[in-house]
């Protein structure tokens, strides 16, 4: 069961070619969430919900509101695009649950950006990026057990203190992992650099590289190899010790000025071939769109 409640019509805003265009939000509350798939080209924010409860809160034009699909599945939700569409407005969608329950994040449209701004599960939590577009974690991810999985050329920015985490790294995205705590396990293959700062000199990383991509980490133990049959362990045989890591500052904007044609479907297009975005001039200026930013450590 869920319950949607329409917000409020917001106002009014002069598009670039001097159309107005009505922009309302509308907020859907669903008994519980711990994970978000996005295959939307939008970029979205995920917070915590001040109240406890589970939303999703989408602010844009209607004709975005009518295109976006957004489905319920059992303990997750899944955010799609059917149609063609447009927009010169803003378009800001949040994803708010209570702190330390999400648990489960995938990106698989290429240039959507997804910015996580609430504590995940003490239990375990993942991140899937399958595009090139950026998941930044702005709050760390402290469970027992944490997965990082990337394939594209997107980049990912996590601060985090779990205690066994997982990469797996391919493609030619960047992966900066600061501040775990337990064992790191890398299986890298990919162009990208995968960049570990832990939390201490005792952290061990382990497992293979066989990308030309580096490994390369400020302290810790690394055994980490190229070839995982290739004998005994050796230090440093596709690992690389640095003096530090610096873990760049990142901005997270609202999607604004997209043109949209096809389906943006999770598992694939629609029947009307390749979907495809393009740019158009957005009523908004740049700096009226951040939607998270994050310092450099």
């Not at 447009?86 to 649950?97: A, D, E, G, K, V």
């Amino acid at each position: 069961m869920m319950w949607v409640v329409l917000v409020a019509v917001l106002g009014f805003v002069v598009g670039a070619h001097g159309q107005v265009t009505q922009v309302s939000a509308q907020t859907t509350y669903y008994p519980y969430l711990e994970s978000l798939t996005v295959c939307a080209p939008i970029n979205v924010y995920i917070n915590s919900s001040t109240d406890g409860k589970y939303a999703v809160t989408v602010d844009a034009d209607p004709v975005v509101r009518k295109a976006l699909k957004i489905t319920y599945q059992g303990k997750g939700l899944g955010i799609e695009t059917f149609g063609d569409f447009q927009s010169n407005s803003p378009i800001q969608i949040t994803f708010s649950l209570p702190p330390g329950i999400l648990q489960y994040v995938e990106a698989d449209y290429s240039n959507s950006d997804v910015a996580i701004d609430t504590i995940f599960s003490n239990e375990k939590g993942e991140i899937a990026n399958n595009g090139n577009g950026r998941i930044i974690v702005s709050k760390g991810m402290n469970g027992n057990l944490v997965k990082v999985s990337t394939v594209g050329s997107g980049d990912i920015v996590i601060n985090g203190a779990g205690q066994y985490t997982e990469i797996f790294s391919a493609g030619s995205g960047n992966r900066y992992v600061s501040g775990f705590t337990g064992q790191i396990n890398v299986k890298h293959d990919g162009s990208g650099a995968v960049l570990i700062n832990p939390s201490s000199g005792s952290v061990n990383i382990g497992g293979v590289n066989t990308g030309s991509g580096p490994v390369s980490y400020a302290q810790g133990n690394c055994t980490v190899r190229k070839d995982p049959d290739a004998g005994p362990r050796m230090v440093g045989d596709a690992c690389t010790k640095v003096s530090s890591i610096s873990v760049p500052s990142q901005t997270v904007y609202w999607t604004c000025g997209i043109a949209v044609k096809g389906d943006y479907a999770c598992g694939g297009g629609g029947l009307g071939g390749p979907p495809s975005v393009s740019s158009i001039p957005c009523a908004t200026q740049q700096n009226g769109l951040v939607m998270m930013s994050t310092e450099a450590s």
